[in-house]
């Protein structure tokens, strides 16, 4: 029995192994990449990067490799940064006037996104080992720290996190959207119930939270499918483990319980017909991953 332990002294491998994805993804030709990410490349270690140049082919069937063990994973979670990027864009036209990225890892949005740049407040939240290794890329990219990104070191499992923010001068009475991209399933319920419940408490109407889940049966190892196996046991192995789960019948109760509304949940089925028709026809993709989003109102 592999031992749960929850290991966050280095930058987090799980934030380093999307932007990796995002790389891939963004290297292929236009008409087929799902999202696109220029600074992805930044946030991989510069070993990883060495070997894929000198060893293409080991490189290659390392990746043919993980892509069998994780069958459409990586296509799922390439989907996720389209739509989350694409709820980001809609928002932004619609009045956003603030930004939360809980988990933010190496999220680019606030160095990419050229409308959040003018007059948003980006809030990035992350474990400090893994926030100060990307504050220091950031300024090797861009010399120094964009004005309106204010980075917010925090541990979810035992830090306040209204707190943090208001520290922080976040602004309850501006509409906010509130990122968990790749966060919920690696913190506690509790921290998932508090997070939730300070949205709603803390934000203003028309606020809203977007974010993506696994079901129960992955994170209990309960999962009848061998990929949701070999996520569970996988992410046990590099320190990061996965707690929460839920399963896609219960999300839209479990919201309406904290007061929002206005709940879509974005199902596997529902991804792969909006990113992957033609070129991206015979992508595979992991029905165990899906989003959903909802209204403070
Ligand atoms: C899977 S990565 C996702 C990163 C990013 N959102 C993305 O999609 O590329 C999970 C992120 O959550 C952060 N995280 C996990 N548990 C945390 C905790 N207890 N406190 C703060 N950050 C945490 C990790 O440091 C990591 O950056």
Redesign the pocket.
């Known amino acids: 029995m592999m031992e749960n332990k929850v290991n966050?002294e280095n930058p987090?491998q799980?934030?380093e192994g999307?932007?990796m994805q995002r790389f891939g993804e963004s290297n292929k030709p236009e008409d087929e990449r799902i999202c696109y990410d220029p600074y992805a490349i930044h946030f991989i270690r510069p070993e990883i990067i060495e070997f894929g140049m000198k060893h293409p082919e080991e490189a290659k069937a390392k990746i043919e490799q993980t892509e069998r063990q994780f069958l459409g994973l990586s296509s799922s979670i390439m989907a996720r940064v389209r739509y989350f990027d694409d709820f980001l864009k809609k928002y932004i036209d619609e009045g956003l006037e603030q930004l939360v990225i809980l988990?933010?890892?190496?999220?680019t949005r606030a160095y990419r996104i050229e409308k959040l740049k003018k007059s948003i407040n980006v809030f990035e939240m992350?474990?400090p080992n893994?926030q100060s290794f990307k504050i220091d890329k950031i300024k090797e990219i861009f010399g120094s720290t964009p004005e309106n990104v204010i980075y917010v070191p925090?541990?979810?499992?035992i830090e306040n996190l209204g707190q943090k923010l208001f520290d922080n001068e976040y602004n309850s009475s501006k509409k906010t959207l509130f990122i968990m991209?790749?966060?919920i399933m690696?913190?506690p319920p509790r921290a998932v119930a508090e997070t939730l419940s300070f949205i709603v408490e803390n934000s203003c109407k028309g606020s809203a939270v977007i974010f993506d889940y696994y079901p129960k049966s992955v994170v209990d190892g309960t999962c009848k499918l061998k990929i949701g196996e070999n996520i569970r046991n996988h992410l046990i192995q590099l320190g990061?483990p996965l707690q929460f789960g839920i399963n896609e019948d219960e999300i839209e109760d479990f919201l309406t319980q904290f007061g929002f509304s206005n709940i879509k949940n974005v199902t596997s089925e529902s991804y792969k017909k909006l990113y992957f028709p033609g070129k991206n026809e015979n992508r595979d993709f992991c029905e165990l991953l899906n989003f959903v989003h909802a209204v403070n109102e």
Do not use: P, Q
Request: negative net charge.
């Open positions: 966050r987090s799980m934030a999307i932007a988990g933010a890892g190496y999220d992350d474990h893994t925090v541990d979810f499992e991209e790749g966060l690696y913190i990061e």
